[in-house]
């Protein structure tokens, strides 16, 4: 199974609506809470180039954005 | 010549999917066009006043939407946006930015978006310091300097929430006061720490990689302020900037009678991006549900 990571915060719609595509689909994945640890905010700069949340890393690929298709793809499922 | 649809519904927000569940349920041969599920309710906190739900949130309404119209295999087709619809004899041909379909009647469910300023940098640093939702995206300027653009009510609750995470936050109004419920206006006083800047008119958001400062006009001077975020908190527009021939009031809105049939005769629409007075989930999710049932009247009568 592919590592996923999330990055999110608490009240944001997208994030959320991701993490249930996820569950939905059996995906296991950590979730980075970028309001619990500011730190990582500098992590998801140097990964997306952006400061926008949901951003899901799939084992180095980059996605900004709950984009469906593109995690379907990169998730070869 | 391609399938014809008996209806086609563009929208999947309350409206658009009411209208679905009905038109599911009337067996009508139809599809759904979306940019996405759930619209304005996906960012939406609490939900606590759409009936069966005393308490929800947004994101979890939205998923209870996803799973009633996939009991009925909705065909939804998402990332779908509306450039234009014509009318040819008696079919509608309603071209996206990816695709044509064609259909004997249309139900415009396409909603609200939040407005945007329009001024040079809006666009390149969006997502990078430029954003539209406090509650999704305040969490990421811990410690930095914020800007909220707007004097409303949703601009006054940005700042509060802002207030608590920003180092310093500045609220920037074009009007000459802050309007809005007085309760709000009290707490944005009485916290002491908000710079409210009336009379404040944005020129430019700028920056390098993110964005650096906001320069506004104010008495016919312009001033420079050092900020890391901006808020952009100036209300609401109708999602109508398709071509469609379709009358619109004058903030853009569809205009629609009380069977929600426009000015053309086989285009309906509800919820949000129409006329209608009052915009809440509960009348978005209803106004659907009428408009699928008059959209199905209007086909079984030709």
């Not at chain 1, 990571?5 to 991701?18: A, D, E, F, K, Q």
């Not at chain 1, 992590?43 to 298709?69: A, C, H, N, R």
């Not at chain 2, 569809?254 to 426009?262: D, F, P, S, Y």
């Not at chain 2, 053309?264 to 006329?275: H, L, S």
Request: aromatic share 8%; net charge negative.
């Amino acid at each position: 199974m592919k590592k996923v990571t999330v990055y999110s915060t608490p009240m944001c719609g997208y994030c959320i609506r991701l993490k249930q595509f996820l569950d939905q689909k059996g995906v296991e994945y950590e979730t980075i809470d970028i309001s619990k640890d500011p730190s990582k905010l500098q992590e998801l700069v140097k990964k997306s180039g952006q400061m926008g949340v949901p951003v899901t890393d799939i084992e180095g690929k980059i996605i900004v954005g709950f984009d469906k298709q593109e995690i379907v793809e990169a998730l070869g499922i | 010549m391609a399938h014809v649809y008996d209806l086609i519904i563009v929208g999947a927000g309350p409206a658009g999917i009411a209208a679905s569940v009905y038109a599911a349920r009337k067996k009508l041969d139809f599809l759904v066009l979306t940019g996405n599920i759930g619209g304005q309710v996906t960012w939406t906190a609490d939900v606590e006043n759409y009936v069966g739900f005393q308490f929800i949130t947004g994101p979890d309404l939205v998923g209870k939407f996803e799973e009633h119209i996939q009991k009925y295999n909705v065909p939804v087709y998402e990332d779908e946006l509306l450039d234009r619809i014509e009318k040819k004899d008696d079919t509608f041909i309603l071209t996206t930015r990816k695709n044509v379909f064609s259909s004997r009647s249309v139900i415009l469910a396409t909603g609200k978006r939040s407005k945007e300023l329009n001024v040079p940098g809006e666009q390149q640093f969006r997502n990078k310091g430029v954003a539209y939702c406090a509650t999704c995206d305040g969490p990421l300027f811990y410690g930095k300097r914020v800007a909220v653009i707007g004097g409303g009510n949703s601009a006054m609750e940005a700042a509060l929430q802002l207030l608590s995470i920003a180092d310093k936050t500045y609220l920037l109004t074009v009007n000459n006061e802050l309007y809005g419920d007085a309760i709000l206006k009290e707490k944005i006083i009485s916290a002491g720490r908000v710079n409210v800047i009336t009379g404040a008119v944005v020129t430019s958001i700028t920056g390098d990689s993110f964005v650096g400062s906001i320069t506004y006009e104010k008495n016919t001077v312009q001033n420079s302020l050092p900020v890391d975020g901006v808020f952009v908190e100036i209300g609401l527009v109708p999602n109508t900037q398709y071509q469609s021939g379709l009358e619109l009031n004058e903030i853009g809105e569809i205009k629609v009678n009380l069977r929600n049939e426009t000015n053309i005769p086989g285009i309906f629409a509800c919820g949000d991006v129409t006329d209608v007075p009052e915009k809440q989930i509960i009348i978005a999710a209803g106004e659907g549900a009428k408009a699928a049932i008059m959209a199905g009247k209007y086909l079984s009568a030709r």
